[in-house]
């Protein structure tokens, strides 16, 4: 039986390339996550539990207000320019690319505003800690070096370079492992790893972007950005495309302020020092990512191909094998930290964080589900359906937060921790569930149309 199962994996061509170019990412995203650990080391040390969660409120803010403005443009050109490369409309392609671009900048630029507006409101609401507006404002000038970052992504998904982001998010590591090492040898302030963490985002926005230009060139030639936006056609396509777009931005939204945003609420409900130990627990439990992330990003485009092609006995096999595989990784790593999480607290950082070990495993139960069906919105909005993971995460998101104001201040980081492994398990197993409902559905209707 598992040579058969070994034999059709080796034999199934799509499942080969998807699995290749993610470890092509993950050999470098390995590397950066060394990086990563040892500048986790650092900082930790070097500013203990209050400083680390101080630094992780100042960027989680910055990413929020970002979500909230953004139109998640990488979906936007993987579903519709992925398609329209598949089907050889180049014209069509560059126009879409072109209105992404500019969108994306204008979002950016509002992005940063509305941080440098709202910063004093963060720092006695969420930071708590006096003089820290300006840090808010200065690292959100991120934002403006990010301003075609989701463009970019979804540029070298669909033309099958997503391992250039493995490269450039190396580089971008080394660079900010060695200014964080000069600072904690020299025992510099939170200023300099604040800088070192604005120039690793300046470093990986400016990097994709001038990576995606010169994969633009090559696939739809030097002046593809003076194609017309009449190109894309009739209005129904734009408003197609526009509904998509706003779509995955509430989604988006919805998704940051319930879940990607919890350390924001922990700040808010508890103290800075409780945000340092859940930061330092959402860091760790986030190492699952580093497996995971290299199949979203290589999956996507491969999903929304098979179901702009019908293929739908060939989508559901190649969902049953990245889930197998996914599950398998997944379910290791939940053992591994569950048994050895506590001694890699004090390696990772300081016996003083150890409070963080029941939160972390809290958060890696959810996040090992999340991961292991990671394409469940996906799915969905290659199919045509980016409503309803807005309707899921908005339910299930509700009530998650009014737990939140019960259980949080009473029962802390522990209870942030389970109710976003709540969310998680909640919302994924629903949508992954509709997702498979409409692949069913669309074949059986095929099927009888064929007869």
Known sequence: MFHRIRTSLREDNLFRRVVGNS???????????????????????????AGYGLIGVIMAYASTVNSIFSFRMGEVVVKYGGAYLEQGEKSKAAALLKAASLTEAVVSLLAFIAVALTAHLAEIYNAKTAGTAWMFVVYAIGLLANFNMETSLGVLQVTQKIKWQGRINLIQSIVTTVIILAA???????????????????????????????????????????????AIGERSEWRELIRFAFSSNISATIIKIFRESDLLWVAFFLTPEAAGYYKLAYTLAGFLAIVSDPFIATTFPEINRLVVQNAWARLKDFLRKITALSFTYNFMILIGFIVFGQWGITVYSKPEFLPAYPAMIALVVGLAFNYTLFWNRPLLLSLGLPEYPIKVTLIVGIIKIALAFVLVPRYGIVAAGALLSFYYVASVGVMALRGQKEIFNREAREERQGF
């Open 23 to 49: 470890l092509h990412l993950f050999s470098n995203n390995t590397i950066a996550l060394a990086l990563s650990v040892l500048q986790g080391a650092l900082v930790t040390r070097l500013l203990g539990p």
């Open 184 to 230: 904690f040898f020299f025992k510099s302030g939170f200023e300099t790893i604040l800088f070192a963490y604005l120039l690793s985002k300046t470093i990986l926005g400016l990097g994709m972007f001038i990576a995606a230009q010169i994969q633009l060139r090559h696939v739809l030639g030097v002046d593809w950005s003076q194609v017309s936006f009449s």
